[in-house]
């Protein structure tokens, strides 16, 4: 029996408490929307951008619209317009795809139409990391800027993300060694914050690289209008999570799975059933959170109001299968990314595929 959605919206002032697999899919418009209480107007209809790719990942778009998009098994970097035409850009050198390892995220320079840099995090022979390269229409050379990034056949974490502060976000996992996630002096388990070089960036709690840590998969990074950082987490059997990112907290893996209201761990401010969510990708966007859930075969939009969190409602429910990342496009609307040929899924005969949402 489905364990009841969990809610847990809590205002995001300043004093906020951080004591411190189905049969095949169609591609044809979604079921109507899930999930209790009064939803908002719906988003426009679905469309199919991008079809018959092979398990992509991270997606980041180009200043003039165009989106460059990772395949984590092929180690594949996909350039896609927004008319759907894709190419190759390159392939990147070094991956060794193994379980959910492979290459990951991808994250376009703040300054990219001056310095043409990209970046990458991929599972290398000796560990995930992440390199930079020179992007003007081919890959270039990669430069590694993080190594030592633990490995695991799970939880890989591999979202990258510039912040509004020009900082780069680097969500790793702790690779199913629980302890990693404590361990202040790995790289696991933790959000690391650092310069487009790669050093510990100013001002990071500990100084060195590491923003936060107590967290077991974190695989979704996004920004509100107010600069606040929220990110999506895997939970274990219980909860999925989204947190409100402090600098310095401690998320409390493997303490306690969701809300353990012990002193000096921060609680979720929402958390689901997994087999509601799995929640990997993250983006904001009117005035809400999406969140794609791999498991939850959904899209939920969390409306974000006055600093706090409402009650989530499901979309595109079981219309793709499995959804790994979100994004917002330059024009508002929100790109898609399926994750049904990963091993986990059920794919259709035109998986994986790119999905666009206009603008909410």
């Known amino acids: 029996m489905r364990t009841p959605l969990v809610l847990a919206a809590v205002l995001l002032a300043a004093a906020c408490s951080s004591s411190t697999p189905g049969g095949e899919r169609s591609p044809g418009p979604p079921p109507g929307a899930s999930g209790g209480g009064s939803a908002p107007a719906r988003p426009g209809s679905p469309r199919v951008l991008v079809a018959h790719l092979k398990v992509p990942w991270g997606l980041a778009f180009l200043p003039g619209g165009d989106a460059l998009v990772t395949e984590r098994a092929t180690a594949r970097l996909l350039r896609v317009t927004p008319a759907g035409r894709t190419t190759v850009a390159g392939t990147v050198p070094g991956v060794r795809p193994e379980g959910e390892g492979g290459l990951l995220g991808v994250a376009v320079s703040p300054g990219h139409a001056r310095d043409h840099l990209i970046y990458l995090y991929f599972t290398a022979g000796d560990g995930n990391r992440v390199a930079r390269a020179r992007y003007d229409g081919r890959l270039g050379a990669l430069t590694p800027i993080v190594t030592g990034i633990p490995k695991g056949s799970n939880h890989d974490g591999g979202r990258l993300a510039f912040g509004p502060d020009g900082m780069l976000y680097i969500t790793t996992g702790e690779t199913g060694d629980r302890d990693l996630a404590q361990d202040r002096k790995s790289l696991a388990g933790k959000i690391l914050r650092v310069t487009p070089t790669g050093a510990p960036a100013p001002g990071n709690p500990f100084g060195d ?7 077991r998969n974190v695989q979704g990074l996004a920004w509100d209008d107010e600069g606040q950082l929220f990110a999506t987490e895997f939970g274990q059997d219980d909860v999925d999570e989204i947190n409100r990112i402090v600098k310095g907290a401690n998320y409390g893996w493997p303490l306690v799975e969701g809300r353990g209201r012990r002193p000096g761990l921060t609680d979720p401010l929402i958390t689901w059933p997994t087999g509601e969510a799995s929640p990997s990708g993250l983006a904001f966007a009117g005035d809400a959170l999406w ?11 969390i409306p974000l109001t006055g600093g706090a969190l409402g009650r989530p409602a499901a979309r595109l429910t079981g219309a793709y299968g499995r959804l790994r990342t979100v994004v917002r496009a330059p024009d508002g609307s929100l790109w898609i990314t399926t994750s049904n040929r990963d091993g986990r899924g059920a794919p259709a005969p035109d998986d994986d595929r790119i999905i666009v949402l206009p603008a909410p």
């Open 209 to 215: 690289r590491v923003w936060s840590y107590g967290h």
């Open 291 to 301: 969140a794609a859930a791999l498991r939850g075969e959904r899209l939920w939009r």
